[in-house]
């Protein structure tokens, strides 16, 4: 959503763009939607023109006196070069791993589509993942020539790259880098500024969609931290009474829940001690459930404990061996690039150690020789089957499936699960926190999110076990809330269907006949049949149903992520979103302004 702008930061970026001396206040606005402002602009000019002159009389001294040297600033260094081609599949696309990662694309053959999507999943305010951001369009435009930049939280041009004639390029970095820390502004518009490419960044909002969600997010940040308090008091009485009704199982599981929550116990050794509550038989029926990749992902495990690593080298050092002597010079050849490939990872160990199997002679005796690599091979088919993606959402499903046999048939135990498990949602809904598999706990339940039920459970459970508590069981206020919160997601998903829309107008709209517009420099596809290319950037939450939407709609798409290691601000986040949201639906019978937003008397300065 954090895609609008203000005019009182453009003005505020001009100034030091162009170095001046002087600051103004003056009203926020949208500068995307070009309103008029009140006269904002004319009271800037009149503060400038009464400034100047002071201006003038200031730096003339200076000019008199002899030149200062300029300090030489280190050049930037070269970037790498990067050969241009056509994007014609989405398994095609390639990100440095160093700055980002593919995370899934459809379709997986080479069938043809008219229009691929380069759906980049954003971390709002973020600088780490914004850079990575920055770089990944970069490299999307160097390598295939993909401009257009589809974003949430505008409906036209979202374009900045007037203000690169603001200033030389090391005065943009200067400023473009403090402003996306700040979060004022996003990855796309920090290369929009920075550099000189033709990239056409454009809005793909319903304006009054992206109000009303903006509406409810005002009113759930309004109710936040008072419902939190209450949710958490909510908590606190579940957790005391977790000691009195759960078993020492389920406390032990607790237990390894919060080591995990908190980053204690790795994603293996969790999922391990999950897996560990089940036998063969009931594995069999998870799987039939949908958790196939961590029915994968115990096979994959299985097989490692199986498998000495030391001796599965040393049996490949063996088989090269081997196949060094008895391979004709033709295959030789082709077997040691496939080893240069499988260490450069330009192909994955599973194919090359099956190559390497491969040009054994088949039977048991083989198999004798090299018992180690043989189940490391074995080892390598399954792991590679597991989508990872999948894998950690279906984590929280083998939780919940792990609770329900350690409850069994006590109720109590049922209900009180059930309650701080609605409670964790409940603060993830609030929080805008949440993932979609969470969101539908939530709607899957929405009968029993009950919350004046929940405290009527909780405080007779309470005083049953002599447990102090100050819940308020006659207050409905949280379970007014949910009104807004249903409002909020809902709108969400109209803004889903939205950008669908809106991409696919977009897209024909303004790239009609190849990747680019053809201006000077543009890149045109040497292929006359390739697709469309565009990059969308919106945040994760939106990933599962638009890459639905997508599909229904024919449209090929790869999902990409950056790479981040520091943690999202969420409060900055807020305070930022807020600050410079304007409402972005126009009122009817309002002039609007369609003039950029600039210093005013630059021009005259220019000349």
Known sequence: MLRKKILGFVIAVVFLLTNCVYAVETERRNIFQKRAVNGAQAEVKSELKAQQPAVKAAVEPVAKSAPA??????????????????????????????????????????????????????????????????KMLEYLYQAYGVTLILVEGGSRSDSLSYMREYAPKDKRIEVADKYLKNGKIC????????????????????????????????????????????????????????????????MGL?????????????FKDYAVYLLSFFDAREKAGLKKQGLENMMMYDEALALEQKTDLKAT??????????????????????????????????????EYYNYLKGQLPQGKSVEKIYPNLFAYIDYLNVFDKIDNEELFKELPVLEDAVYKKLIGRNKEASELYFISKGIETFEGLIEIKITPDETKFYTDNKNRFKIIQWKEFLSSQAKR???????????????????????????????????????????????????????????????????????????????????ELFRKAGIAYVVVAPNVTTATDKKLYRSVLKEVYTPMARPENVDVDDTKPTLPGLEEEKE
Request: glycine share 4%.
């Open 69 to 134: 040297k300029k300090e030489e600033k280190p050049k930037e260094p070269p970037k790498p070069k990067v050969t241009r081609t056509d994007l014609l599949y989405p398994s095609q696309l390639v990100i440095p791993s160093e700055f980002g990662s593919v995370k899934e694309y459809w379709p997986h053959d080479n069938s043809a589509h008219d229009k691929i999507i380069i759906h980049i999943q954003d971390a709002h305010c973020n600088y780490e993942a914004q850079m990575n951001l920055a």
């Open 187 to 250: 990855g796309e518009n920090y290369l929009d500024i920075v550099e000189e490419y033709p990239v056409d960044v454009f809005g793909i909002e319903k304006p009054e969609l992206y109000d009303a969600n903006m509406s409810s997010f005002m009113k759930l940040d309004e109710i936040r931290d008072r419902d939190l308090v209450m949710l958490d008091n909510l908590r606190q009485t579940a957790d005391a009474l977790k000691e009195k009704i759960y078993s020492p199982q389920l």
């Open 254 to 266: 607790e237990a390894k829940k919060k080591d995990y929550t908190d980053e204690k116990m790795k």
């Open 313 to 350: 080298e040393l049996e490949r050092g063996k088989l090269l061996e081997y196949l060094t002597r008895s391979l004709p010079q033709a295959r030789l050849k082709e077997c040691l690039a496939k080893t240069q490939d499988a260490k450069d990872n330009k192909i994955k160990q599973s």
């Open 465 to 547: 076990f002599g447990i102090a508590t100050n819940i308020d069981t006659q207050s409905t206020v949280l379970d007014n809330h949910f009104a807004f919160i249903d409002s909020f997601y809902g709108v969400a998903k109209q803004r889903e269907n939205a950008f669908l829309a809106n991409s696919v107008k977009t897209m024909d709209t303004r790239l009609p006949v190849s990747p680019l517009t053809g201006e000077a420099g543009a890149f045109k596809p040497k292929n006359p049949n390739a697709p469309k290319p565009a990059v969308l950037i919106c945040g994760g939450y939106h990933t599962n149903t638009l890459l």
